[in-house]
C-alpha cells in the first residue's frame, strides 16, 4: 500500500464513526460512554505499555523533545499573538477558543496515524510527545481561559485538572515503570496488549461521531485562522525545526502527525465550561478533522517517499 493510501484506513474508520452516529445504530447518548471509555481506559492502556517497554534515552529522542516544545511555543506565540486585534475584531471567547484549537492535539488522530504510517517506533514518539505536551497544553490553556475568560481558577485548580487528567496519570504509570526498572509480569502486559489493539479504532470512531459536515458550510476569518494554525503551519514550521536539529524522517514525521491532527475534542467542553466560544471551536474541529486527512499522506510522502 502506498503511502498515499495509507490514510485510507483511518478515513473508513471515522466515516464508519459518522454514519453510525448519524444513523443512531449507536445514539448520540452511547458515544459519551464510548469517549469515556477511550478516554480514561484504552489510550491509557497503549500509553503505559508503549512508555514502559521503549527506549526514553536523552540521546534518541532530547532532539524530538527540543523539537516538539519549540514548535508548540512557536503556535502559542503566534496564537497568542491575536489578541493584539482590536476587541471589536475578536472578543475574548473567540481569542480563546482560537488559542486552544492552534495548541491542543487529538491523540487519538495521531497515535492511528503513527501506528499507520511508522509501526512501533511511531507510537514510541507519539507516547513521549503526549507525556511531554499534554500537561504543558492543559496547564496553558487553562491560564489563558483564566486571563481571558469570565471565569477564574486557583492555581491548585489547574494542578488538580492537569493531575486527574487520565492521559497525564497514564504517562507518570509508564514512565515510573520504564525509569524504576519494574518487569511487569507477562499476564499484566498481555492484558494491556489486547485492552490497547481496540483503542486507536475506537477513538477513531469517537473522532468520527463528533465530525458535523454541516458546520464545513461555515467559514469566516476566525475559523481561517485556526485552520491555518493547525493543520496547515504548525506541521510546516515542525518540519522546520527538524531539520536544524537534524533529526531523521521518521522522527519528523512523527512529529508532523502530532502536529498535523486535529484538535482534541476535549477543548469543546472547556470552551463552554469557561467562557470560549464552543460553537466556532466545534466549527475548527471538524475542518480541522478534514484537512488533516488530506495532509497527513502529503507528509507521509514527502518525507518517507
Known amino acids: 500500500m502506498s503511502l498515499a493510501l495509507s490514510v485510507l484506513p483511518l478515513i473508513l474508520i471515522i466515516a464508519l464513526g459518522y454514519l453510525l452516529a448519524k444513523s443512531e445504530v449507536l445514539p448520540k447518548a452511547d458515544w459519551k460512554g464510548i469517549e469515556t471509555l477511550s478516554f480514561r481506559v484504552l489510550i491509557p492502556a497503549v500509553l503505559i505499555l508503549t512508555l514502559s517497554r521503549t527506549d526514553l534515552s536523552f540521546a534518541l529522542y ?6 516538539f516544545l519549540l514548535t508548540w511555543s512557536v503556535i502559542a ?18 481569542f480563546t477558543t482560537i488559542f486552544q484549537a492552534g495548541t491542543r492535539w487529538n491523540a487519538f488522530v495521531a497515535l492511528a496515524a503513527a501506528e499507520q504510517f511508522l509501526g512501533a517506533s511511531g507510537l514510541g514518539v507519539i507516547a513521549i510527545a503526549i ?42 504509570a509508564g514512565l515510573v515503570i520504564y525509569f524504576s526498572g519494574i518487569t511487569l509480569p507477562t499476564p ?29 458550510g461555515r467559514w469566516d476569518w476566525r475559523l481561517g485562522t485556526a485552520v491555518l494554525l493547525r493543520p496547515l503551519l504548525a506541521p510546516a514550521v515542525l518540519a522546520a525545526i527538524a531539520a536544524t536539529l537534524g533529526l531523521s524522517p521518521e522522527q519528523t514525521l512523527a512529529g508532523v502527525l502530532v502536529f498535523a491532527a486535529p484538535a482534541a475534542s476535549n477543548g469543546y467542553i472547556v470552551a463552554k465550561q469557561m467562557g470560549g466560544d464552543a460553537d466556532l471551536y466545534a466549527d475548527v474541529l471538524t475542518w480541522q478533522t478534514v484537512l488533516s486527512l488530506a495532509v497527513l499522506p502529503l507528509w507521509a510522502g514527502y518525507l518517507l517517499g
Request: aromatic letters at 2%; charged letters at 10%; one cysteine or more.
Open 62 to 67: 532530547g532532539g524530538v523533545m527540543q523539537g
Open 77 to 94: 506565540i503566534l496564537a497568542l499573538m491575536l489578541r493584539l486585534l482590536p476587541r471589536a475584531r475578536l472578543g475574548n471567547p473567540g
Open 131 to 172: 507525556a511531554l505536551l499534554i500537561p504543558t497544553i492543559n496547564v496553558t490553556c487553562i491560564i489563558v481561559l483564566t486571563a481571558f475568560g469570565p471565569q477564574s481558577a486557583s492555581a491548585g485548580q489547574v494542578i488538580k485538572t492537569v493531575a486527574k487528567n487520565p492521559l497525564v496519570q497514564a504517562c507518570a
Open 188 to 216: 499484566v502486559i498481555e492484558a494491556l496488549d489486547m485492552v490497547g489493539r481496540g483503542a486507536l479504532a475506537v477513538g477513531l470512531l469517537a473522532v468520527g461521531a463528533g465530525v458535523s459536515l454541516r458546520r464545513l
